[in-house]
């Protein structure tokens, strides 16, 4: 079964307008994390935001918000006010178990939402 | 912030040569990296943990003698490629995350990959 699985293989948006990208993961471990990359054309990735299984309110980060709902092990992404380098490629992954070493920091990728933002 | 620096960007090469590519974290102590590999549109899949004066941890149907990593300092890990052959053309992208900080909130910061090409 896949840990992260984004049901979206493609999103088109208007610019300015909201768009939400879903993640939703399959885990048994108490203490997890969830984190949103962005990659571009040109290949590397970007790190978004982040929210831990612990954490009681949604991360934020600028036009980025998490959309955490643990009881459906769900982790949207909500970007506001789209821009055309929005336009990407975007990647959720899970670190399982807690930070007790960099070994227990590997992370799984989602298979990726490809994100057009339209002028 | 912190920075990853992985090179060489691209390489184009006969097969049956063997290529290095290098990861450094530039600003920060590193005691773990992963490697990755991102065939043209699907996700990264982790191919082994990379750790600081021991041996990597390669994950389940990666040939170790085929892909060699060395992490001889606190801020360089490399990949070699050995024998190279057409079906190991594809991205390679390095993370490495700053161990100093015991963390989970502290995000993989990944280089800009290596766009490997072999003829």
């Known amino acids: 079964a896949q840990k992260i699985t984004q049901t979206q293989p493609g999103m088109f948006v208007q610019e300015k307008e909201a768009v939400t990208l879903d993640c939703t993961y399959d885990?048994?471990?108490?203490?997890?994390?969830l984190f949103w990359y962005k990659q571009p054309s040109s290949g590397e990735m970007i790190f978004l935001i982040y929210?831990?299984?612990?954490?009681?309110q949604n991360a934020t980060e600028g036009r980025y918000s998490l959309n955490f709902q643990k009881a459906r092990k769900s982790a949207n992404l909500v970007i506001s006010a789209s821009q055309l380098g929005d336009s990407a490629m975007y990647f959720c992954?899970?670190?399982?178990?807690?930070?007790?070493?960099?070994?227990?920091?590997?992370?799984?990728f989602g298979k990726g939402t490809l994100l057009t933002v339209n002028p | 912030g912190a920075v990853v620096s992985q090179h060489p960007s691209r390489v184009i090469c006969k097969s049956g040569t063997s290529v290095k590519i290098e990861c450094r974290s530039l600003?920060?102590?590193?005691?773990?990296m992963f490697w990755y590999r991102q065939f043209p549109k699907q996700s990264l899949m982790l191919m082994a943990t990379?750790?600081?004066?021991?041996?990597?941890?390669?994950e389940q149907g990666v040939e170790k003698d085929k892909f060699l990593i060395n992490h001889a300092s606190l801020t360089l890990s490399t990949l070699t490629v050995t024998s190279a052959h057409p079906e190991d053309s594809s991205f390679y992208i390095c993370?490495?995350?700053?161990?100093?900080?015991?963390?989970?909130?502290?995000?993989?910061?990944f280089g800009d990959g290596t766009r490997l090409s072999i003829l």
């Open positions: 993370s490495a995350r700053d161990t100093t900080w015991w963390n989970s909130n502290q995000p993989q910061h």
């Open positions: 990379s750790n600081e004066g021991s041996k990597a941890t390669y």
């Open positions: 992954a899970m670190r399982e178990g807690s930070d007790s070493g960099g070994s227990n920091y590997k992370l799984t």
């Open positions: 929210q831990g299984s612990y954490d009681e």
């Open positions: 885990t048994s471990d108490q203490s997890y994390g």
């Open positions: 600003d920060f102590q590193a005691t773990t």
